[in-house]
């Protein structure tokens, strides 16, 4: 294992990759990077034996883990460090986003959706402008057309009607608090208040977020919002529904509505109606080898509308028809076999994964894209050379009559992984998509773009319906991968974790999983490695992080390798025998934190 991490090391520290014809570095935003890079903060990793809290922030992380103190749940926790991630990352997430949760109560895992739906005037020609053409990205987000109807509040309340034990009220006073004292600007929220081209253009956020020259607060500064601690308060004493009805609900209306250039939709009766839904865990066996040893897990993910965990189970489960289990990280040939599963995988999410109450899943069933048949058939597509862009499979008997959807930029999150003293755990990723989300300011909380998350175009060329098109009340596809992973021959818990970053969120959470399960490393190591993927086009890597004969490998076997700045926000937490230890990414400001 000793070798093992200094092979791991020495790619690590690989830096330099010299610019080669057949390489590219591509700005993140070309690619679909939900937030810019701001830096590294080296991580030292966690170690502790009662409860663990990972955030993104640590503001947040210390809040969650002052109700744990509290005797409060790993829900209760969840709650009040979501609410202080929407005050002080609220490029990210926030109450007026949406979220997925994956619950384990020390005997079922359960899935909470929280995910924005369409307004019900919203049709499926939403996006198309006059000439019947798409919008571009930006031209679609920025105003009130993508703002689906919040749900991350209501959901939360959902899940802390079952398993919470702290007051509801209780769970909002560190938000409360931060809020009306203030707390420091970071380094990453400083910077991408900066880049930001769109956020000065709502006078509310502008009014907050940015000085009369048009500056954003200094790092170190103290940056109140006594609105959000307004808004934090109603709903701590009246529930979701001082959001969701009344006069906050008004105010989100007349935003979207009135926009001047690009109005929207949503309206009170939207707001009213939305309803958080409780879903079967998309769970799976997995054999992973470690050396010489054998071991049986069962990880679970989000089901559809979220499109992570079977893109995920497809990739990890395609690489096991392949020599991957022999070849270590620093191997160009395991990084070959890992783009061409993922190539396949994206293929048939673009075709098959949508809102399942609108629809059906091939063969009858999601199981259907990961059966062993199916996954054994796709893996002999991978070849010695790359296949450079794949095609949907046909998982069953019948070809489905959907479109796939075309590449389309998928934007921000928030990631937290938390287990109680109890042994109850969570994994739970927020957002509100793009950062800074539409870049529309209500009462200290920005609104959410979540509907670019559908296709723009609700058909091909030929008029076939894609899956993923705008539909009256339909949650529009996630990547969001929140996971647990169980020993499957004890059903003990092994692992919590997650991240922020788009389409991307399934490579970096596949990484996460395949070297922690496989390789044996600790959750700060596998966070700590390179990032990597492939979106069903070029081969991705970040930047800066491997060497020029890696990338010369990949380049033999076919690849168009484009090298970009993927900045992750892994959280993760994983059970040993007798403690617990956690990991948080150097590429964001996140903290795990506990006893």
């Given at each position: 294992?000793?070798?093992?991490?200094?092979?791991?090391?020495?790619?690590?520290?690989?830096?330099?990759?010299?610019?080669?014809?057949?390489?590219?570095?591509?700005?993140?935003?070309?690619?679909?990077?939900?937030?810019?890079?701001?830096?590294?903060?080296?991580?030292?990793?966690?170690?502790?034996?009662?409860?663990?809290?990972?955030?993104?922030?640590?503001?947040?992380?210390?809040?969650?883990?002052?109700?744990?103190?509290?005797?409060?749940?790993?829900?209760?926790?969840?709650?009040?460090?979501?609410?202080?991630?929407?005050?002080?990352?609220?490029?990210?997430?926030?109450?007026?986003?949406?979220?997925?949760?994956?619950?384990?109560?020390?005997?079922?895992?359960?899935?909470?959706?929280?995910?924005?739906?369409?307004?019900?005037?919203?049709?499926?020609?939403?996006?198309?402008?006059?000439?019947?053409?798409?919008?571009?990205?930006?031209?679609?987000?920025?105003?009130?057309?993508?703002?689906?109807?919040?749900?991350?509040?209501?959901?939360?309340?959902?899940?802390?009607?079952?398993?919470?034990?702290?007051?509801?009220?209780?769970?909002?006073?560190?938000?409360?608090?931060?809020?009306?004292?203030?707390?420091?600007?970071?380094?990453?929220?400083?910077?991408?208040?900066?880049?930001?081209?769109?956020?000065?253009?709502?006078?509310?956020?502008?009014?907050?977020?940015?000085?009369?020259?048009?500056?954003?607060?200094?790092?170190?500064?103290?940056?109140?919002?006594?609105?959000?601690?307004?808004?934090?308060?109603?709903?701590?004493?009246?529930?979701?529904?001082?959001?969701?009805?009344?006069?906050?609900?008004?105010?989100?209306?007349?935003?979207?509505?009135?926009?001047?250039?690009?109005?929207?939709?949503?309206?009170?009766?939207?707001?009213?109606?939305?309803?958080?839904?409780?879903?079967?865990?998309?769970?799976?066996?997995?054999?992973?080898?470690?050396?010489?040893?054998?071991?049986?897990?069962?990880?679970?993910?989000?089901?559809?509308?979220?499109?992570?965990?079977?893109?995920?189970?497809?990739?990890?489960?395609?690489?096991?028809?392949?020599?991957?289990?022999?070849?270590?990280?620093?191997?160009?040939?395991?990084?070959?076999?890992?783009?061409?599963?993922?190539?396949?995988?994206?293929?048939?999410?673009?075709?098959?994964?949508?809102?399942?109450?609108?629809?059906?899943?091939?063969?009858?069933?999601?199981?259907?894209?990961?059966?062993?048949?199916?996954?054994?058939?796709?893996?002999?597509?991978?070849?010695?050379?790359?296949?450079?862009?794949?095609?949907?499979?046909?998982?069953?008997?019948?070809?489905?009559?959907?479109?796939?959807?075309?590449?389309?930029?998928?934007?921000?999150?928030?990631?937290?992984?938390?287990?109680?003293?109890?042994?109850?755990?969570?994994?739970?990723?927020?957002?509100?998509?793009?950062?800074?989300g539409a870049r529309q300011m209500v009462r200290g909380f920005l609104l959410n773009n979540q509907l670019s998350d559908f296709s723009f175009s609700p058909t091909d060329e030929h008029g076939t319906a894609v899956a993923n098109r705008v539909e009256p009340g339909k949650r529009p596809r996630s990547s969001m991968s929140p996971t647990l992973v169980f020993d499957q021959d004890t059903g003990e818990l092994v692992l919590s974790g997650g991240s922020p970053g788009g389409a991307l969120i399934i490579h970096y959470t596949a990484k996460l999983l395949y070297a922690t399960l496989n390789w044996g490393l600790t959750p700060q190591e596998a966070i700590d490695l390179p990032n990597f993927g492939s979106l069903n086009g070029p081969t991705l890597l970040e930047e800066q992080r491997f060497s020029r004969s890696f990338v010369e490998a990949l380049v033999a076997r076919g690849h168009e390798v484009k090298e970009i700045g993927m900045s992750s926000g892994l959280q993760a937490i994983r059970k040993g025998v007798a403690d617990y230890t956690g990991g948080a990414d150097p590429r964001r400001e996140g903290r795990v934190v506990g006893e």
């Amino acid at each position: 294992m000793k070798l093992l991490r200094l092979v791991f090391s020495v790619i690590l520290l690989a830096s330099g990759c010299s610019s080669v014809s057949t390489t590219h570095r591509a700005p993140a935003g070309e690619l679909g990077q939900p937030e810019g890079g701001s830096g590294l903060s080296v991580q030292a990793g966690w170690r502790g034996e009662k409860f663990a809290v990972a955030t993104a922030h640590p503001l947040a992380s210390e809040a969650g883990m002052a109700m744990l103190k509290a005797g409060g749940s790993a829900i209760d926790a969840a709650v009040a460090a979501q609410m202080v991630l929407g005050l002080v990352e609220p490029q990210s997430s926030g109450i007026g986003g949406g979220a997925f949760l994956l619950h384990y109560d020390g005997h079922w895992t359960v899935a909470f959706d929280g995910r924005e739906t369409a307004p019900s005037a919203a049709g499926e020609d939403l996006f198309i402008q006059a000439g019947g053409k798409p919008p571009s990205f930006h031209q679609a987000v920025v105003g009130g057309r993508a703002v689906g109807v919040p749900g991350a509040v209501r959901m939360l309340e959902m899940a802390h009607g079952e398993y919470g034990l702290l007051p509801w009220a209780a769970l909002f006073e560190p938000a409360i608090r931060l809020a009306e004292n203030g707390f420091p600007v970071g380094t990453r929220l400083h910077a991408l208040l900066k880049a930001d081209l769109h956020l000065r253009q709502d006078p509310v956020a502008a009014a907050y977020f940015y000085d009369r020259d048009g500056q954003p607060p200094a790092v170190g500064s103290t940056l109140r919002n006594p609105a959000l601690a307004v808004v934090l308060r109603r709903i701590a004493s009246h529930g979701s529904g001082a959001l969701h009805e009344g006069e906050i609900a008004q105010a989100m209306v007349d935003k979207v509505q009135q926009h001047a250039a690009n109005p929207g939709l949503l309206s009170l009766a939207d707001l009213a109606g939305y309803q958080a839904k409780r879903r079967a865990a998309y769970c799976h066996p997995y054999v992973a080898q470690q050396v010489t040893v054998v071991r049986r897990y069962l990880i679970c993910g989000f089901p559809p509308p979220s499109s992570g965990a079977i893109a995920i189970a497809q990739i990890l489960g395609m690489l096991a028809y392949t020599d991957a289990a022999s070849l270590s990280f620093a191997d160009p040939r395991w990084m070959h076999y890992y783009s061409e599963a993922a190539r396949l995988a994206f293929a048939d999410r673009a075709r098959y994964v949508a809102d399942p109450d609108f629809v059906a899943p091939p063969a009858g069933s999601w199981y259907s894209l990961i059966s062993p048949d199916y996954l054994a058939a796709r893996a002999r597509l991978i070849g010695a050379q790359s296949m450079k862009m794949a095609v949907p499979g046909t998982p069953g008997p019948v070809r489905t009559s959907h479109s796939p959807m075309p590449e389309q930029l998928e934007h921000g999150t928030s990631h937290l992984s938390i287990v109680d003293g109890r042994g109850n755990a969570l994994a739970m990723t927020s957002t509100i998509e793009d950062a800074f989300g539409a870049r529309q300011m209500v009462r200290g909380f920005l609104l959410n773009n979540q509907l670019s998350d559908f296709s723009f175009s609700p058909t091909d060329e030929h008029g076939t319906a894609v899956a993923n098109r705008v539909e009256p009340g339909k949650r529009p596809r996630s990547s969001m991968s929140p996971t647990l992973v169980f020993d499957q021959d004890t059903g003990e818990l092994v692992l919590s974790g997650g991240s922020p970053g788009g389409a991307l969120i399934i490579h970096y959470t596949a990484k996460l999983l395949y070297a922690t399960l496989n390789w044996g490393l600790t959750p700060q190591e596998a966070i700590d490695l390179p990032n990597f993927g492939s979106l069903n086009g070029p081969t991705l890597l970040e930047e800066q992080r491997f060497s020029r004969s890696f990338v010369e490998a990949l380049v033999a076997r076919g690849h168009e390798v484009k090298e970009i700045g993927m900045s992750s926000g892994l959280q993760a937490i994983r059970k040993g025998v007798a403690d617990y230890t956690g990991g948080a990414d150097p590429r964001r400001e996140g903290r795990v934190v506990g006893e």
